[in-house]
């Protein structure tokens, strides 16, 4: 009897140790606006800054809200019960779970981390199923809804209707609606109703931030805080009161003193294939989808482009400056190219024959007024054979930069 009472003891403290080894610390990755990095613990985050720590100890510091930039788990946090598709919002905002059912131009949807909440179509830019590789970054104008199915076909009119099981599209020409079974979908691509992607005023908004959840839910939130092992959260919609802290994956602030291109609408997207492959550019992940890595850690904000490639966007006239790095992605002994950057138009920087093995300095530009801005690669020494870059956290900043004093170029880890 006591060897069995001394077993389920010993049971019982190794699931403890285990429990606790999953469970995810409180530990983060602080970014601030002059791009610095910083391993702390979270002590409170408030509509003035956040309040951390150092994971070695020491005094709680305040980091004031025009000081801070992001907030990043320091591990990996496993997706807890993701749903089966991922809808898009126009916004950038992007919500895991499974449609329910519509009423009018509102998509009922069933989240597991915030509940059952209610979208409208309007402001649907996709849904797509979170296992499927479909490429949602094109800002082509889309006339008619189109559902993409996982055999290749796709259906094209107006969708109805969706409900759990099934979406209802009616022809553009009218007729019978034909019903398509969810189980066949890769993606429901919404016709384009936002407003012109070249409106600088897309920019110009209030400052808010963005909670990124463990099962890849984002949302935009006003003044987010901490409380009671939960962040609280002030939804524009005002549907979501508060999520645990521990689902918690990122929390970044948009529109603050950086935006990152990679969040922004181009108003430009063009890539040239040297013959017939095409490439399209990715927004935060290498053109292969894979994470970009570069200088030892995995980026979160960049884009992935092949040449021939030409992105432009809008600026606002409250950003001073831009900022970026590029590199060859990976190993690609092949990989040369061209790469510039211009401002209305006109040359501001030039690397000829960037080849794999190092990433760029830190380009800081001011931008003087510029309305638009241009990222190019162009094809090198060897046509376009692996020519995959990556550019780094290119951001608009609302300061001027301190002048860089790296070397011209780094190694690549």
Request: proline share 7%.
């Amino acid at each position: 009897m006591k060897r069995i009472q001394a077993l389920a003891l010993v049971v019982a403290v190794l699931f403890c140790s285990v429990a606790r080894a999953v469970e995810p610390p409180d530990l983060w990755t602080l970014t601030t606006s002059d791009f610095k990095n910083e391993r702390v613990r979270l002590r409170d985050f408030t509509e003035r800054g956040v309040d951390v720590a150092p994971i070695a100890g020491g005094d709680v510091r305040h980091v004031a809200r025009d000081q801070f930039l992001e907030l990043q788990r320091g591990i990996s946090v496993a997706p807890s019960n993701p749903g089966r598709f991922i809808a898009h919002l126009i916004d950038g905002d992007r919500f895991s779970g499974d449609p329910v059912g519509t009423a009018g131009e509102t998509v009922n949807w069933n989240s597991r981390a915030l509940g059952e909440i209610k979208l409208s179509m309007r402001n649907l830019h996709a849904i797509a199923r979170a296992d499927a590789a479909v490429d949602l970054s094109t800002t082509v104008p889309r006339g008619e809804d189109v559902i993409l199915l996982s055999n290749g076909d796709s259906v094209r009119g107006v969708i109805a209707s969706i409900s759990a099981s099934a979406a209802s599209v009616q022809p553009s020409t009218g007729g019978d609606a034909t019903n398509v079974p969810l189980d066949s979908i890769s993606a429901m691509l919404f016709a384009s109703t936002a407003a012109p992607a070249t409106n600088p005023a897309a920019v110009n908004q209030s400052a808010s931030f963005r909670v990124t959840l463990a099962d890849g839910t984002a949302l935009s939130v006003s003044n987010p805080s901490v409380q009671d092992g939960a962040l609280k959260l002030d939804s524009r919609t005002g549907a979501v009161a508060s999520v645990p802290l521990a689902t918690v994956v990122s929390i970044e602030q948009i529109n603050g003193p950086v935006i990152w291109l990679s969040s922004l609408a181009p108003s430009e997207n063009v890539q040239t294939p040297y013959l017939d492959l095409s490439w399209p550019a990715r927004m935060n992940a290498t053109v292969s989808g894979d994470p970009i890595r570069a200088n030892g850690r995995i980026i979160a904000h960049g884009i992935g482009v092949h040449s021939y490639s030409r992105i432009s966007w809008p600026i606002d006239p409250s950003v001073l400056a831009f900022r970026t790095q590029y590199t060859i992605d990976g190993d690609q002994p092949y990989g040369d190219v061209t790469v510039r950057i211009k401002l209305d138009g006109k040359l501001v920087h030039e690397l000829p024959s960037l080849r794999a093995g190092v990433t760029s300095p830190v380009i800081a530009i001011e931008t003087n007024r510029a309305r638009t801005i241009t990222l190019e690669v162009d094809y090198g020494a060897n046509a376009d054979v692996q020519d995959r870059v990556n550019w780094i956290e290119p951001a608009l900043l609302r300061y001027k930069p301190v002048p860089s004093t790296q070397p011209t170029t780094q190694k690549t880890e």
